[in-house]
């Protein structure tokens, strides 16, 4: 059984002592009652060597179920390392969700392999599960579902369950279908076996329980779980035919994949990027944001640049420059923040958006009124000018509105554009913020002061 209270970084210790003095019989006994996703979390948190030495130790019946869980580019360097025939048999237990999952990163030669040994029927429901799209309902779906008609007595139900001996994991409810094979509701296993055996399904089903269509987002899935508290859901095409179910363990999952990667793309990463990928791959990936940057500082360099004479005759806007760019760059990375969680829960549309952005341009009204009152107090005690206390005071109110503004308009933007807001949002928001901040200050300290 395995030992819950031992900690990740000291199964690590473990690991990495015992590959240093060659008692592979320690890894073996680290391992040995662990889960699929403990392993796999194991195998990310290792360097590239230490890794593929655990890796020739898992043992080979749960070698898929392990392959499931690393992430897609630990995932690759460990299927490089297997020939064709190790893949195939770790592969060969999967159902058919997890096989489609797995399926399109193997090697095309080791593909064909995986469905010759398939029997007719694993092929089809595995071509027809990769018809989906990658992210849908389709691709979570499990084809496990326990289906019973409306007509039949719970007496009958009940036979039917002992004679199948297993019921599949997570399986809260039956599905109740109709002669033709449409959802039609579900039956509760606390209702089949609290009730009269002689009574009919129909009598004791839920009618009412919303079924997934297919092509439903599986984010979109997720939050109908978390909303409803469900434990599984019918899945249904366009004509109501019943495909499958969509179970809790799946939606976690989900919901922990779309959470890593909010947190990676909010730095500019991709979330399946490996911790201990070599060096050379890992600076490419993260040079392409820093040139990004680089090039919106320059362009915040080139405002500055504007008023060069200005700057030369009065030192206090060098000094007090950087406060107007900071204070808006915060107050727009708040409501960035929001707003970006926001449509990750579907919460921001087109019919509350308006309302939402007055509400940020209130937000910021108010909250550069009282900063800037506060700064100009200061500004004017530190260099004895009224005049650079308005100055400061006025950029401060115009830089917090723009990053209120900003903080909603760009993630709306970038979204009908295409692109995932929390990857790029930030990057922009502080070009805007830095902009309009030096702009404003410098351009009313031209005008006023000189």
């Given at each position: ?15 990495h ?5 060659e ?39 749960i ?55 398939m029997?007719?029927l ?39 369950l ?62 109908l779980f978390?909303t409803?508290d ?6 249904v ?31 500019g ?7 201990f ?9 993260r ?67 308006q309302w ?7 937000i ?21 000018s ?20 900003a ?6 933007l ?14 922009v ?22």
């Amino acid at each position: 059984m395995t030992d819950t209270t031992e900690t990740l970084e000291h199964r690590l210790s473990r690991i990495h002592l015992a590959l240093e003095q060659e008692r592979l019989e320690w890894v073996d006994d680290v391992i040995a009652d662990l889960e699929p996703a403990e392993v796999a979390l194991l195998l990310e948190s290792l360097p590239p060597n230490e890794r593929f030495r655990l890796w020739e130790r898992v043992p080979q019946e749960i070698d898929g179920e392990v392959l499931l869980h690393v992430h897609d580019e630990v995932r690759a360097t460990l299927l490089e390392d297997m020939d064709h025939a190790e893949i195939v048999a770790a592969t060969s237990g999967l159902d058919t969700t997890d096989l489609a999952e797995l399926f399109e990163d193997l090697p095309r030669q080791v593909a064909e392999d995986m469905l010759r040994s398939m029997d007719e029927l694993q092929r089809v429901r595995l071509q027809e599960t990769l018809a989906f799209e990658e992210d849908s309902a389709g691709r979570l779906m499990r084809t496990d579902t326990i289906a019973v008609r409306a007509d039949v007595s719970l007496e009958t139900v009940q036979r039917f369950l002992r004679w199948k001996e297993v019921v599949p994991d997570n399986t809260d409810a039956l599905m109740v279908v109709d002669r033709d094979g449409r959802f039609v509701g579900t039956l509760s296993l606390a209702r089949l076996v609290a009730n009269d055996p002689d009574m009919a399904v129909a009598n004791l089903m839920d009618s009412e329980v919303d079924s997934i269509q297919v092509t439903m987002k599986s984010r979109d899935v997720a939050t109908l779980f978390q909303t409803h508290d469900l434990v599984s859901a019918p899945v249904v095409d366009n004509r109501g035919m019943l495909l499958g179910r969509v179970v809790i363990d799946d939606i976690v999952d989900v919901i922990r994949e779309d959470s890593e990667q909010a947190l990676m793309n909010m730095a500019g990463l991709d979330e399946e990027e490996d911790l201990f990928a070599p060096v050379l791959p890992s600076a490419k990936r993260r040079a392409i944001w820093l040139g990004i940057n680089l090039l919106t500082a320059f362009l915040a360099s080139w405002v500055i640049g504007l008023f060069e004479n200005a700057l030369e005759k009065i030192v206090a806007l060098a000094v007090l420059m950087p406060i107007v760019a900071s204070m808006g760059g915060i107050a727009g990375s708040q409501t960035l923040t929001l707003a970006i969680r926001g449509l990750a829960l579907g919460q921001i549309s087109r019919t509350n958006s308006q309302w939402l952005l007055r509400k940020e341009v209130g937000i910021a009204a108010l909250n550069g009124l009282v900063w800037a009152l506060v700064v100009a107090t200061l500004a004017v005690l530190w260099f004895d000018s009224l005049a650079i206390g308005g100055i400061i005071a006025t950029a401060l109110v115009i830089n917090m509105l723009a990053a209120g503004v900003a903080g909603i308009v760009i993630p709306l933007l970038l979204r009908r554009l295409g692109i995932d807001p929390a990857l790029s949002g930030s990057v922009v928001l502080t070009t805007v913020t830095d902009v309009v901040g030096f702009m404003s200050f410098l351009g009313l300290a031209t005008v006023f002061l000189l």
